[in-house]
Every structure is written in structure tokens, then in C-alpha cells.
């Protein structure tokens, strides 16, 4: 599967986007598709992740109440909607697929993943 990442661009603190992850080459499977972010000279860390089966969510504390990811089967994507945005959610986004179910605490980890975007820049700036 190849994923597409979209939706990033420049943005005022408070501000909000959505950034989209389009799947091609097959449909999602059932495996979690999550988001992560890297920032210059951060590691890349996780912001928000969904189980294709079961519809549950996670989020990291940074992210919670003003981040959520949902998906659309039809459109073959998963969307990232972001609000109240801050200088510190400045970083390329990612979105990141595998094939088969995890266990949700395991969701935030980077190197269960086989599949990811190319990743979007968000900047969060005034």
C-alpha cells in the first residue's frame, strides 16, 4: 500500500487543519493507521492513532482534546483534524499503516509500522 499525506501548510497559533493520509494501491487493511510528527532535531513521536476495526483512538497527552484522527472507508483515508494549534506542533507529519492488528498500547510505537507517507509540513506561526 502506498500512503499520501497532505493538508499542511502555514497556520497562526489557534488555528486549526486537517491533514489527510490516502491509501492507494489496496484499501487500508485492518491494521492501525496512525500519525506522527517530526520535528528538526526531535525524534519522531506519536499524535494520534486509530484502530481500523475497532474504531478506537489514541493520543499521546500532547495532542488529547485538540487532535482527532478519523477515517473514511469510502475515500480510502484517514484524516487528522487539528485545533487550537501551537508553535510546538511546528514539524512533518506522517501517517503510518500496517497489515495486521496491534494491541492499542503498542499504537504509539514508531517500528510497528511497514507503511508510511511521505510526509506534510505543518508550521505553526504568526
Known amino acids: 500500500v502506498q500512503l499520501q499525506a497532505s493538508g499542511g501548510g502555514l497556520v497562526q497559533p489557534g488555528g486549526s487543519l486537517r491533514l489527510s493520509c490516502a491509501a492507494s494501491g489496496r484499501t487500508f487493511s485492518s491494521g492501525p493507521v496512525a500519525w506522527f510528527r517530526q520535528a528538526p532535531g526531535k525524534e519522531r513521536e506519536f499524535v494520534a492513532g486509530?484502530?481500523?476495526?475497532?474504531?478506537?483512538?489514541r493520543y499521546p497527552d500532547s495532542t488529547r482534546g485538540r487532535f482527532a484522527i478519523s477515517r473514511d472507508n469510502a475515500k480510502n483515508t484517514v484524516y487528522l483534524e487539528m485545533n487550537s494549534l501551537k508553535s510546538e506542533d511546528t514539524a512533518v507529519y506522517y501517517c503510518a499503516t500496517r497489515n495486521s492488528r496491534i494491541v492499542t498500547s503498542a499504537m504509539m510505537r514508531a517500528d510497528v509500522y511497514d507503511y508510511w507517507g511521505q510526509g506534510t509540513q505543518v508550521t505553526v506561526s504568526s
Open positions: 486509530i484502530d481500523m476495526w475497532t474504531k478506537n483512538t
